[in-house]
């Protein structure tokens, strides 16, 4: 059977090209997230600081909740800091030789603005970093620079850590073994008291390098920690210690495999679904061909058999070639997601064979699957209605599959209404996932949907193009399967665009709003490196004129609940707010309870967040803050204003205490009637370098960069899907229109022009783009119209105008450049030659 369908294959290449392209692009899709997968896994940096210890340990990288017994986990998005026990524990392992703790904490230097980070002198045996000048630090006050920092640098020097800027003797100078140039990050070192008391971390730290005993194997001994240590801490040799040395590293790995991860399977879907298509499309022009063979005695078995043999080989080729622009794709990707921050410039993906034997894996396996599907029809006509069944058109889908499109819309209308009648994060998430299950049921009803539409143009367009329109109106309602073919992944590329991009611009929107609204400081105060110390509040609210001045820190915890006897984890951004007089300074819009009352061990949640869990004023909730430490904290305010200032706010303290944060990322300062305190405030960059100073409310440039990156990590991998899309678009319509060919010299034979069947063509085209953007335009305006009243009381979601025409054109360019340039070149042929064509 293999044997027949490669000659097949070879006889009829240009019938399968479309099924190629389609598995040719799925597999580019699958190549190109498995390595974005794979990336987000792997190390991605080499490490520079720890490049001189054999194993580093870091904090635990995830926490567990317990309800009813049954254990539920989260990954945290922070490094977790080690407690002094974890370290005795290490220190206690069976071939531990020595073990080094180290800390790390912002610095800013006066003289240029560089934003090193800073670090106790004990931890340079990890580089290792060598004296090349001086000697290390032994008291408070006196600093080491790296090679790097110290070019420019005299005998002293101004730095501003987590306190105000103060002068520093720079008392010797290192250089990292083994490494030419700057460090990715530059490094400043102190005394290890000192710099223990600047990381604000008490008993904790951030990691701990690892010597192995002599003779020790690095490997078995991270064995053994792993297997001492358990869930309370990661151990890491090789490539992987720089995930513990660089928290952006990280950052962008957990990035990387949640963006993988949330569309990975969304790519999968789609890549079956174009698969299918593009095969029924194929098959379907193959009807008299597959009914010759029912009718001189093939068995259904034999067919299917056929079919599925042709589909592996054309499966296993056209998967295996798309892996590679799948790399490309990946590479591009990557460029793309540093250009908005979202990785380090330095960030290497890994490309691995895995990705693409999964690329390849899914496509043969989508393919079998799309051939059993599109092919069962075929292969179970009976021989004697074979012919007649291949001679015409059969209106009309299976009574199956209309079912399961009408169950799929209706649930998928169903979800998008959750935010009508109920708030919180599972209606939101429900009636995102409901437009796409709607979308995805129009693909299954795509035939009586457009037999419907050409029903409702076919007057008007009579009416306006005449007997053109006439003739196009009666041929597209004569052939509405073919219709649908194009139509469907029209609908999926609007319809996919709109609620993927759509529903996070409505997020972006309403949390602007809700800042500019609830922010009512006349200034902000932002820093360097991250921020300013907590002392720059205290200076601040000093200032004469000032009425209030409070610091703000954003960080994501996690709320916990119980969900049908089983745990339940949601994340929410968070606040920490010096809770003296911030009243004065922000609205929350307060719906209940008293923001006044917030203290350490208390906390202040949104509307949205009270109900996902379920709670009111008084209750306590079950909160992991960054570090994952399990709290219970009593709410004493519930807010409406969630999105523009975080779901939980919480004490400054608890803020500080329990996660890398420390320093404010905003001060807002409030003015006494009259005043102005612009210059007054501006004067404060002399201790707090890198201060800046402005009059505007609202969303924080770095809020503002944060939520137009995470719109940008979330667009840019869809426009490798969208662009997938777009060519199973052209792909579909280019067969059908090539396949019409006889039909066009048909046509010419009758007397019509070349001129004139192009005309009635360019009006087809025009209904199938009317269609699709009508109907995949109408489908996500239903979930976000009820994502937009459940989060901002308004029906009206935010839709840029420039980014939906965008679409729409787009969408509508390819659909109509897909029908009228094949019918170009398929016009060319003579009539008599044409007329005379095989199916």
């Not at 678009?729 to 229109?737: D, G, K, P, Y």
Request: hydrophobic letters at 50%.
């Amino acid at each position: 059977m293999l044997e027949l369908a490669v000659k097949t294959l070879r006889g009829r290449a240009s019938g399968f090209a479309g099924a190629f392209v389609a598995l040719f692009g799925a597999a580019m899709l699958v190549t190109a997230f498995g390595i974005l997968l794979q990336s987000g896994v792997e190390a991605g940096v080499a490490p520079q600081r720890y490049a001189g210890v054999p194993v580093a340990v870091g904090g635990a990288k995830s926490f567990e909740v317990r309800e009813n017994g049954k254990t539920k986990s989260k990954t945290l998005k922070d490094p977790v800091p080690l407690t002094r026990e974890t370290v005795r524990k290490i220190a206690a392992t069976d071939g531990v030789g020595e073990v080094v703790p180290d800390v790390s904490f912002p610095a800013v230097l006066a003289t240029d603005g560089t934003t090193p980070a800073g670090h106790p002198w004990s931890s340079a045996r990890l580089g290792p970093f060598d004296l090349v000048h001086g000697r290390a630090p032994q008291r408070p006050g006196e600093v080491v620079l790296d090679a790097g920092l110290a070019k420019d640098a005299g005998t002293a020097i101004r730095i501003q850590t987590t306190k105000a800027a103060a002068e520093y003797r720079v008392v010797g100078v290192a250089k990292l073994s083994g490494v030419d140039g700057e460090l990715r990050t530059p490094a400043v070192f102190f005394a290890d008291a000192e710099a223990e008391s600047l990381a604000g971390r008490g008993d904790r730290v951030d990691a701990v390098g690892v010597f192995p005993r002599p003779g020790v194997d690095p490997d078995d001994l991270a064995d053994r920690l792993t297997s001492q240590l358990g869930s309370e801490a990661e151990v890491t040799t090789g490539e992987d210690r720089s995930r513990i040395e660089n928290p952006d590293v990280a950052s962008a790995g957990s990035t990387l495999r949640e963006i993988a991860g949330s569309l990975g399977g969304t790519v999968i879907l789609i890549s079956m679904l174009v698969v299918a298509s593009t095969l029924a499309v194929s098959v379907h022009q193959r009807r008299r061909e597959l009914a010759v063979l029912r009718a001189i005695a093939a068995t259904p078995r034999q067919i299917w058999k056929m079919l599925a043999a042709e589909s592996l080989v054309l499966s296993v080729v056209a998967s295996a070639l798309g892996c590679l622009p799948g790399i490309l794709a990946a590479q591009l990707l990557r460029g793309a997601l540093v250009l908005i921050g979202v990785v380090p410039s330095d960030f290497s993906f890994s490309v691995g064979i895995l990705p693409m034997l999964v690329a390849v894996l899914t496509g043969v396996a989508t393919a079998q699957v799309a051939t059993f599907a599109v092919a069962r029809k075929a292969a179970s006509v009976r021989p004697v209605e074979a012919l007649s069944d291949a001679a015409v058109e059969l209106p009309g889908i299976s009574g199956g599959r209309r079912t399961l499109g009408v169950l799929l819309l209706l649930l998928g209308l169903a979800a998008s209404l959750l935010p009508v009648f109920f708030s919180g994060v599972f209606a939101v998430a429900g009636a995102g996932s409901g437009g796409l299950v709607m979308i995805i049921a129009i693909l299954l009803l795509a035939p009586p949907v457009a037999a419907f539409a050409t029903r409702v143009l076919a007057k008007p367009i009579t009416r306006r193009f005449k007997e053109y329109g006439f003739l196009a109106s009666a041929n597209t309602r004569a052939n509405a399967r073919r219709l649908a073919a194009g139509i469907g992944p029209l609908v999926l590329a609007i319809g996919f665009a709109c609620v993927q991009l759509f529903i996070p611009a409505t997020l972006a929107s309403a949390a602007a709003d809700q800042a500019d609204e609830g922010i009512t400081a006349q200034y902000t105060l932002t820093g360097a490196a991250g921020g300013l110390p907590d002392d720059a509040v205290r200076d601040a609210a000093g200032l004469p004129g000032v009425e209030a001045a409070t610091g703000v820190t954003r960080v994501q915890v996690f709320a916990s609940t119980k969900v049908l006897d089983s745990p339940e984890i949601f994340e929410f951004p968070a606040q920490g707010i010096t809770v003296d007089n911030a009243a004065k300074t922000m609205d929350l819009g307060i719906s209940s309870g008293n923001l006044a009352e917030l203290a350490p061990g208390k906390v202040a949640i949104s509307t949205s967040a009270a109900s996902t869990l379920g709670v009111n004023i008084g209750d306590q909730i079950k909160l992991n803050l960054p570090d994952g430490f399990a709290a219970t904290p009593a709410v004493v305010a519930i807010y409406q204003r969630g999105m523009g200032f975080g779901d939980v706010t919480l004490a400054h303290e608890d803020v500080f205490v329990h996660s890398v944060r420390q320093l404010d990322q905003q001060i807002l300062v409030r003015a006494r009637p009259g005043a102005d305190l612009e210059a007054a405030l501006t004067g404060l960059s002399a201790k707090y370098p890198g201060l800046t100073v402005s009059d505007e409310a609202g969303l924080s440039d770095e809020q503002r960069d944060a939520a137009t990156a995470s719109v940008l990590s979330s667009a840019l991998p869809l426009v490798l899907v969208f662009a997938y899309i777009a060519l199973a678009v052209a792909n579909t319509l280019v067969m059908t229109t090539l396949a019409r060919t006889r039909e066009f010299a048909l046509l010419r034979l009758v007397g019509m022009t070349r001129d004139q069947v192009l005309k009635v063509l360019r009006i087809e085209a025009l209904t199938v783009v009317l269609t699709a953007v009508a109907v995949g335009s109408a489908v996500p305006l239903i979930p976000l119209a009820t994502v937009s009243l459940g989060l901002t009381g308004s029906p009206i979601p935010s839709i840029p105008p420039l980014l939906y025409l965008g679409i729409v054109a787009a969408t509508a360019l390819v659909g109509a450049a897909s029908v009228l340039v094949p019918a170009r070149f398929a016009l060319r042929a003579r009539q008599v030659d044409a007329i005379g064509l095989r199916e």
